[in-house]
Every structure is written in C-alpha cells, then in structure tokens.
Nanobody, 124 residues
Framework: QVQLVESGGGLAQAGGSLRLSCAASGRTFSNYAMGWFRQAPGSQREFVATISWSGRTTDYADSVKGRYTISRDNAKNTMYLQMNSLTPDDTAVYYC?????????????????WGQGTQVTVSS
C-alpha cells in the first residue's frame, strides 16, 4: 500500500506559478511510476503529466507542455509539479497517483493509488 499526500495548491494569478508536491509513504517509492491528473468542476479527471520510476521518462498533456515540469526525488519519496504561465483554464483539483509499474502512463485507470487532491485556482 502507498499513501499519497498532495500539497502546494492555492490561488495564483494568470501568468503566475505554483509548485505542487506529492509525498509518498508506505512501500518503496522508487518502485512506482507516478502521475499528475486534474479535475475541473463538471469535467472528467484528465491526465496532466507522468514520470517513470527513474525519472528519465516524462510525458505531458498537450495543454501543459512547455509550461509544466514533472520531477521526482526518490531519496525524499516526493514528486513535484512545477506549473508556470498559469491560466484560468488550469483551475482544478490536482491529484497525484502511483502505479505498480516502472513505466510512465497516461491512462488513469492504470494507476493503483491516489491522493486526496489539492485545489489550484487561477484568477484572470
């Protein structure tokens, strides 16, 4: 079992930045590929970014490519999402997730563990 706790959400202005963190506990963090997903009101949860167990492979949704950066520190059991050039369309609850595989993955149904989410609100 892996427990995930997100932090770092909050209110930002358009054009601003936020950095999300996802702290993991339980099993060995480095065994898991990780991902970030988000869900806006009235919308389905969608893929944002994913990272392999080693951190060498990353993938991004087109909507955030070039603005967001996913990273992880296996020594600290923590994953990060640096979000720059934020727009109101980025407003959502952001979730981190872990999967029982070394490989990065876009499909949320292939994730086994989820955090509770952290709210990100971007004002115009």
């Amino acid at each position: 079992q892996v427990q995930l706790v997100e932090s770092g959400g909050g209110l930002a202005q358009a054009g601003g930045s936020l950095r999300l963190s996802c702290a993991a506990s339980g099993r060995t963090f480095s065994n898991y590929a990780m991902g970030w997903f988000r869900q806006a009101p009235g919308s389905q949860r969608e893929f944002v970014a994913t990272i392999s167990w080693s951190g060498r492979t990353t993938d991004y949704a087109d909507s955030v490519k070039g603005r967001y950066t996913i990273s992880r520190d296996n020594a600290k059991n923590t994953m990060y999402l640096q979000m720059n050039s934020l727009t109101p369309d980025d407003t959502a609850v952001y979730y981190c997730a872990a999967r029982n595989s070394a490989y990065a993955e876009r499909n949320l149904v292939r994730y086994n563990y989820w955090g509770q989410g952290t709210q990100v609100t971007v004002s115009s």
